[in-house]
């Protein structure tokens, strides 16, 4: 899949912009601060629906401006749609519309429209940073690819806050309503565990041949979903009612410390290497090698279950890797069909089929295709 | 658009509180003001009396909580009206309802919709006065008709648990596709539902 045109109005440091990437590598370079970073994270809100940086929506709307718009054209195979996302400002907060072949659409049904893998210099802590940052990784994956994922995670959150705000506010919470908050967190539960468990099967697969090759040490990579309520059996109704009992026994507790205490919302994936947690034990180049071969397998994995090559977005990492490291990365996912990096200077050797903007103050300017 | 100042006291005022309506901005608050500055006095006078006679006479039925001038309400005093109650979240949406003609039962208003984020609780809306009622009226069969969101999913399940055990038959509003409408334009969520909620053709 690939994006065949970018227009932005009003996004960060964009007034107006029109650009038509190519397929293959597109690299965008520039000094800092020029605007590069902003056009990946454009194109990632074409595919998730919003930023890969932290912060507020707010802030990718141009500075004086009410409205930020990005609009870009998606290729799949013999199809092709127009997506678009506008942010806009209203009183202290912003609202954000999707549309998709020209049609105003809920953000359930944009997504998937540009699937999309990012990988950014934070992405490189993955392993040795929170399970809320890795429970992110599986959401922003898993949501992209299937929307009976995003359906359920959603029921579920809302749920979760429901029943985390009922719980503070009150310390002895309606039973009744704390039930009905129950079943949905055991429903929904059972398919974001499933889910889970069977992406993080397949990422372990792919991220353990792709480490192999790498490590040349013999050291085994091994990917594992921690749920944080066991089950006996991967169907939906052992999970549900796997769910659904561990929510009872801690029921007592959470009166107790008035918050919900059980279920995938403390859920961890966790990294070894020949048994060991690298999260503990690795050097810091286990670790990143660890990592590269997790976002190597995300992209695999990805393409694999879609039958569509996702978009590869590489904001300012292949800079913070050494040279062997960009190499081993990039040599992983081989067939990419369309990939996006920024980097501070023209990389040395670029493969061929790629093209090469110039990224000055908010202006692009493409320097012609080169080849190696 | 005229600038403060410029414009005579009275008619500013009007404009002023044009201003406050939900939708309405300053352009269309003096737009409206003109308009009623051109029409003749008794005119002003209807809306004037249209006004204050709503606010004077429009109250809530102490029994279903929709809006009536007499209380109880002619919905709740018609002897013709089945037994059945419909249980919605809001006043307008008994209005919804009765413009459908399909349905020949009771109603009954919650108030708003479970929400303990809100700070709504199952004690902020008239659920005790549901059980009153069923305990009083013993109606052959609850329908559940709030949102499919999920406050309005929250709040069916909570009420189908609490009146379950009165033994009166609850139900829920089939969820379903737009009439007129076509497949390819529903969302996933609404088509995979209606699979659910299929009907035997006969």
């Known amino acids: 899949m690939r994006l065949e045109r970018l227009a932005l109005s009003n996004v960060r440091n964009y007034a107006l912009l029109d650009l038509e990437p190519q397929s293959g590598l597109n690299v965008f370079i520039g000094a800092n601060a020029q605007g590069k970073s902003n056009l990946l994270e454009a194109i990632a809100v074409l595919g998730i629906g919003k930023s890969f940086r932290s912060g507020r929506d707010a802030d990718m709307i141009r500075d004086g401006c009410e409205r930020g718009m990005i609009r870009g054209e998606a290729v799949r195979g013999e199809g092709r ?109 059972a398919i974001v565990v499933l889910a889970r468990q069977s992406f993080v099967e397949a990422l372990a697969r792919e991220a353990a041949i792709a480490h192999e090759r790498w490590s040349g040490r013999g050291e085994r990579l091994e990917l594992r979903y921690a749920p944080n309520v066991a089950f006996e059996a991967a169907t939906q109704e052992a999970v549900r009612a796997a769910l659904a009992s561990r929510l009872r026994e801690v029921a007592r507790t959470e009166r107790l410390r008035r918050m919900p205490l059980a279920g995938p919302h403390r ?7 020949d048994g060991r947690p690298l999260s503990n034990f690795g ?63 023209r990389p040395p050797r670029l493969p061929a089929q790629s093209a090469l903007f110039i990224v000055d103050a908010a202006q692009v300017r493409r320097e012609g295709s080169v080849a190696c | 658009m005229p600038s403060p100042g410029t414009i005579a006291g009275p008619l500013q005022a009007l404009i002023d509180e044009f201003a406050k309506f939900p939708t309405i901005g300053p352009k269309t608050a003096a737009r409206l003001a003109f308009y009623l500055l051109s ?60 413009r459908t003609g399909s349905y020949k039962g009771r109603y009954h208003v919650l108030g708003g919709l479970i ?37 309005g999913e929250a709040t069916a399940l909570y009420l189908s648990r609490v009146i379950a055990p009165l033994g009166v038959a609850v139900t ?31």
């Open chain 2, 172 to 202: 829920r509003l089939a969820y379903g596709l737009p009439i007129g409408g076509d497949l390819d334009y529903a969302d996933e969520i609404t088509l995979s539902k209606s699979l659910e909620g299929r009907t035997a053709l006969s």
């Open chain 2, 39 to 98: 029409r003749p006095r008794h005119e002003a006078q209807a809306l004037a009396e249209a006004i204050l006679g709503m606010k004077d006479k429009v109250r809530f039925c102490s029994v279903c909580f929709a809006l009536t001038q007499d209380d109880p309400c002619d919905l709740c005093t018609d002897e013709r009206r089945e037994s059945a109650i419909c249980v919605v979240a809001e006043a307008k949406d008994v209005y919804a309802i009765e």
């Open chain 1, 283 to 345: 050097s810091q180049g286990q670790q990143r090698t660890a990592v590269l071969a997790l976002k190597v397998a995300e992209y695999l994995v990805m393409r694999d279950r879609s039958g569509e090559a996702p978009l590869l977005l590489l904001d300012d990492v292949l800079s913070e890797l050494d040279e062997q490291r960009a190499t081993a990365f990039l040599g992983g996912v081989g067939d990419y069909e369309q990939a996006y990096v920024t980097a501070t200077q």
């Open chain 1, 267 to 273: 859920d961890d994936l966790l990294a070894t290497l």
């Open chain 2, 115 to 151: 929400s303990p984020i809100d700070g709504i609780g199952p004690g902020q809306l008239r659920i005790r006065e549901l059980n009153d009622r069923i305990g009083v009226e013993h109606p052959n069969e609850i329908i559940i008709a709030t949102n499919p969101n999920s406050e």
């Open chain 1, 81 to 189: 749609v127009q997506i678009g996302c506008s942010i806009v400002k209203n009183g202290n907060s912003t609202r954000k519309t999707f549309t998709r072949a020209g049609r105003n659409v809920r953000y359930a049904q944009f997504l998937g429209a540009l699937t999309v893998v990012t990988f950014v210099p934070a992405d490189l802590q993955l392993v040795t940073g929170t399970p809320g940052e890795r429970r992110a990784f599986l959401n922003t994956a898993l949501a992209q690819q299937d929307a009976e994922y995003y359906r359920a995670l959603s029921h579920y959150q809302a749920a979760l806050r429901q029943k985390s705000a009922l719980l503070r506010a009150d310390g002895n919470p309606d039973e009744e309503l704390l039930a009905v908050y129950d079943r949905t967190l055991a429903e929904s539960g």
